[in-house]
Structure formats: structure tokens, C-alpha cells
């Protein structure tokens, strides 16, 4: 394909020509040309997809093989009046709508008076409506009579981000194509051939740095091309899209994901501080971790469907990693990562759940939840490597000297009366707790804080189902034997309340004692006042005082209340 002139933008000047140039959308492709081969051709079209798919360039595309001298046909010749006027934007039968600013009911109501009217000088009307879920509720309703029953020379073509948010009346009324998200090799092969054309010197590496942060969109992808380019004024490499663009969270989610996996809790630590340094927001960091963690199960399960995520090389990395990392512990980073990401929305602060959540995977030793033992069970079962302990070795043999054997006199016989008859011991009566029950434990608002990690993991191994409930789920109070749960989410609050009696069981196993639960939904109440010390300091409030009493040694706590 030739480009349009060399005084646009890449995009623009490489934009397809044909379906043969679209590339990425095979599926859409083949269903196109069959319908234009056999003369079956709808009068409403809805494409939808990513940004920067190929939406408005299909559209286009069909407009002129429905127009086209030669047509209707699957390979307009891009030479006739009518594709050159569509072109150059001048065709009076063609015309492209932008509903984000004509998108009311008077607009609609204009659109739908002029399509009474036959084409001026092509066989056919062509309306392109271009981020058609942007139509009001009314200008839709309006639409939609002359989208059921359009004249027979109107055709429309709805293009949309957001299918969703257009009313079913219209989905129902159009022919749906869904564009997909291109696949990193493909941008990265199509970006190589406009580079090799433009003569622009850049590397492979670069190239899948740019497709990553594309994210499927080609036409994001040609524009930072043409970016870093002009910013280069030279050979483009890894280093320079970097310098041009900002370090992506992508390279720290990867960083962190190999020293999570190597136990170097250190660095992965000082990996999140620089991203944080960096601008990196914290919660998609979160995600993009969560997303490396994805890539290595999907390598191990099925290692053909990395072919679309992920470059040749960087595909080839993950299957090595994943070779080398038991199931277990990709499956166990991924749930952590997953409620570190569920918690970060709740608690404001994702770069503490992110710290958090790796300290636990990195330093599963230390981790007192069931979870944390169950993983390590797994690991001694899967065989998983362990440092081995050195083993002291034998002492040297001391040779002993020859002696002569001596043959020892037999003991003489004692005759020994026999013992006299012991008292009777009294035996303890049987406790009534069962072996291995939690002994009643005193509880204050702070301590049952703590704990709730522990009752949370013992209430979703019975009930799995509590799990995405518990997670936004914060102990609010602690009124005499009831614990105060506030859930912000209503229906979440009205599950765990269903599940009130596994949720009792658990607090009971670990606290020892019976209490009851109340669950309230809503938004969490202010927190606390503090009061104001003699001196001018904040007085902790009663809760927090009363926990600190009661961890203190019995004579420093009888001395402050004396104080």
C-alpha cells in the first residue's frame, strides 16, 4: 500500500486502503467481502471495538466498494471519481457524522429528513455515524424509526467504543462486527514495514516497547513511532522509546515479579519505591504485576495463548520462568495480588496493599495465616528446591588397641522383697474443651483488628463464596459480645449476612469465645475524636488506650493507673 501523501501523520498516511490493509481483523474481513461478493449487503452496519482498531478506516473501506465505479465490490479500485471524491472528503453521498457534538434530537431529526432524499451522483447514501454511543436517549429514539426502515438507497454505519452504552433498540437493528485488540506481532511486524518504508532506523525491542504501550491499538502505536522518531533524529532503540515516553509499569511489574519469585524481599521493595518515584500509579502497578504473575499460569496451562499478549522473546521468557516456578505459587500470587488489588480500592492507600501483599508471598516462612501453611505444605509435596543443611561429618575412626578378653564374674544373686503396693493417684477430671480448642482470650477493638485476617481465611475455606464480601469487609466496633462489620457495598453486606453462622464458627475458633456479628453497609462513619492531654498532645482515644494498658507488664500498667 502506498501512503496518501507525506505531509500527514503516519496514521493518516498509512491508513488502509482495502480489507487486504486491515490488518488484525481477519474475522471482520472475510464476513465483509462475502457479503459485498454476493450481494448481501445490509443497510446498518455497527462496528465495535478498542481505539485505534480499524473502526472508521472499515467504514470507510466499504463506503467506497459500495460506491465505487466498479461496484459494489470487494476491491474498490481507488482510482474512479467516486473514490477519489470519498477520498478527499468531498463526495455529497458519503458522509461522516461525529455524534459526540451532533448527538441531540435536532440533529437526529435533520439526519432524518435528509435521507428522504435519493444520492445526488452515487448509486447509494453512506452514513457513517462515528462514536455513535454518544447519542442522547432521545436523539436515539429518534433515529431509530429510519434505522429500521431506511430508504433503499441509505446505508449506516455506526462506529463505537462502547457498544454497551447504545439502547438494545438500535443493537438489534444493525449488523454487529466486533474488532479485536491487535496482537503484539502483528503491530509489531506492520510498525517494522512503515519504518523500513519511511526510513526510520529502529530496532525490534523498541518496536515491542511501543506496541506494548499501545495496549492493541495500531493507530496509538504509528503515532508515538512517528513521536520517538522525530525525538531520536537518529537509530531508535529500548533506551530511547524509554527516555521519550517515561519508564512503563510494566518493566517495575516485571522487575517485581522476578525478585518476588527469587525471596528477595529487599529489592522488590526498593522496585516499588522507584516506581513510585517514577509517577507509577500504584494501583495499576497492581495490576500489571498481577498481569506478569497471568502470563506465567498461562505458560505452564497453555503456552500457545501468549502468542497474542506478548512478543516473540518476551513469550519465550515466560514459558522459561514458569518452567521453573511451581503452580502453586503462581496460583497463591495471584489471590494475594487479586485482594491486595480489591483492598487498594477500599483502603486509599494501594502502595501499602502492594507492599504488603509481597512482604507475605516473599516471606511465606513467616506467615502465620492458613493460607501461607497451606502453600508451604504444597511446596513440600510438589518437591519444591529448599536450601539444603549441611550435614557434619563423621568423626575419624580411632583404631583401638588389642586387649585381651576378660571374662567378667556373675552378679551375685539378691533376693528382693517384693514392693509395697502404691497409693491411689486421683486423676484430674477431663476438661471440657475439646484438644486443640482456642482458650477465651480477652478482646479489645484493636486485637480483634489484628485477628481478622485469621477469622476472615477459617470463614472462606467453609464458605468460599464470603470471599469477595469479607475482602472490602472492616471491622467497625466492638460492643460487648457483638463485633461491628461494615461492608460499603449493599449486596455484599446482604451475602455475609446470610453466612452469619460460618462467620460465627470462625470467629469462635480463633478468638475462643462465642460472639455475635452485626453487619451494616453504607459509608464508614468519621473516625474518632481524640481528645486534648494537659499539655497540649492528643489522648489516644479508649480503645487504642485500653489495648495499650492491657499489653503492658502487670507492674508498669499498675504504675500508670497510680500515675
Not at 474481513?29 to 485505534?52: I, Q
Request: hydrophobic share 45%; aromatic share 4%.
Amino acid at each position: 500500500m502506498l501512503p496518501e501523501s507525506p505531509e500527514v501523520s503516519l496514521y493518516r498516511t498509512w491508513r488502509p486502503r482495502t480489507f487486504a490493509d486491515l490488518v488484525g481483523q481477519d474475522a471482520v474481513v472475510k464476513t465483509l467481502t462475502t457479503a459485498l461478493e454476493t450481494g448481501r449487503l445490509a443497510h446498518a452496519y455497527l462496528f465495535s471495538g478498542p481505539r485505534g482498531s480499524g473502526k472508521t478506516s472499515a467504514a470507510k473501506i466499504l463506503a467506497r466498494c459500495i460506491e465505487c465505479v466498479n461496484g459494489p465490490t470487494a476491491f474498490p479500485d481507488n482510482t474512479c471519481e467516486n473514490c477519489r471524491a470519498i477520498f478527499d472528503g468531498t463526495a455529497l453521498d458519503v458522509l461522516e457524522i461525529d455524534a459526540a457534538s451532533n448527538r441531540g434530537i435536532d440533529e437526529i431529526r435533520a439526519l432524518r429528513d435528509a435521507v428522504k432524499f435519493a444520492p445526488s451522483t452515487m448509486r447509494s447514501k453512506v452514513y457513517i455515524i462515528d462514536e455513535a454511543h454518544m447519542l442522547t436517549k432521545e436523539g436515539a429514539n429518534a433515529f431509530l424509526k429510519t434505522l429500521e426502515e431506511p430508504p433503499e438507497w441509505a446505508v449506516f454505519i455506526l462506529a463505537t467504543t462502547a457498544p454497551e452504552a447504545l439502547p438494545p433498540t438500535i443493537l438489534s437493528r444493525c449488523q454487529r462486527y466486533a474488532f479485536r485488540r491487535i496482537a503484539i506481532p502483528t503491530m509489531i511486524a506492520r510498525m517494522r514495514e512503515i519504518a523500513d518504508a519511511e526510513g526510520i532506523v529502529i530496532d525490534d525491542a523498541a518496536l515491542g516497547a511501543i506496541a506494548y504501550r499501545a495496549d492493541g491499538g495500531l493507530r496509538d502505536a504509528l503515532t508515538m513511532l512517528e513521536q520517538v522518531a522525530s525525538f531520536a533524529n537518529g537509530p531508535v532503540d529500548a533506551t530511547v522509546v524509554e527516555a521519550a515516553f517515561g519508564q512503563t509499569g510494566r518493566a517495575f511489574a516485571r522487575a517485581l515479579r522476578d525478585v518476588s519469585l527469587d525471596g528477595d524481599a529487599a529489592e522488590a521493595l526498593r522496585i516499588i519505591d522507584d516506581a513510585s518515584d517514577a509517577g507509577t500509579d500504584m494501583t495499576g502497578l497492581i495490576r500489571s504485576t498481577l498481569a506478569e504473575f497471568r502470563h506465567l499460569l498461562v505458560a505452564r496451562v497453555n503456552p500457545d495463548l501468549l502468542s497474542r499478549d506478548l512478543a516473540e522473546d518476551d513469550a519465550q521468557a515466560a514459558r522459561e520462568r514458569a518452567a521453573a516456578t511451581p503452580q502453586a505459587r503462581i496460583v497463591r500470587a495471584l489471590r494475594l495480588l487479586a485482594d491486595a488489588l480489591a483492598a487498594a480500592r477500599n483502603s486509599g492507600n494501594a502502595r501499602l496493599e502492594l507492599e504488603s501483599v509481597i512482604l507475605r508471598f516473599v516471606l511465606q516462612g513467616e506467615d502465620p495465616t492458613l493460607d501461607a501453611i497451606s502453600a508451604r505444605l504444597a511446596a513440600l509435596e510438589g518437591g519444591e528446591p529448599r536450601p539444603a543443611v549441611p550435614r557434619p561429618e563423621p568423626a575419624p575412626a580411632v583404631r583401638a588397641e588389642p586387649v585381651a578378653a576378660v571374662r567378667p564374674d556373675p552378679p551375685p544373686v539378691v533376693q528382693l522383697e517384693p514392693p509395697p503396693p502404691a497409693p491411689p493417684v486421683e486423676r484430674p477430671a477431663a476438661s471440657a474443651e475439646p484438644a486443640g480448642a482456642v482458650p477465651p482470650m480477652e478482646l479489645s477493638l484493636q486485637k480483634l483488628r489484628t485477628l481478622w485476617q485469621q477469622i476472615r481465611t477459617r470463614a472462606e475455606e467453609v464458605k468460599p463464596s464470603l470471599n469477595a464480601p469479607l475482602s472490602r469487609a472492616t471491622v467497625e466496633g466492638l460492643e460487648k459480645d457483638t463485633i461491628v462489620l461494615r461492608i460499603p457495598v449493599p449486596p455484599m453486606a446482604e451475602v455475609v449476612k446470610r453466612e452469619l453462622p460460618a462467620l460465627k464458627r470462625a470467629v469462635a475458633a480463633v478468638t475462643g469465645r462465642t460472639l455475635d456479628v452485626r453487619v451494616v453497609s453504607g459509608a464508614s462513619a468519621p473516625p474518632p475524636q481524640t481528645g486534648v492531654t494537659d499539655d497540649g498532645g492528643e489522648e489516644p482515644p479508649d480503645d487504642l488506650m485500653r489495648y495499650a494498658l492491657d499489653t503492658l507488664p502487670t507492674d508498669t500498667r499498675e504504675g500508670s493507673r497510680t500515675r
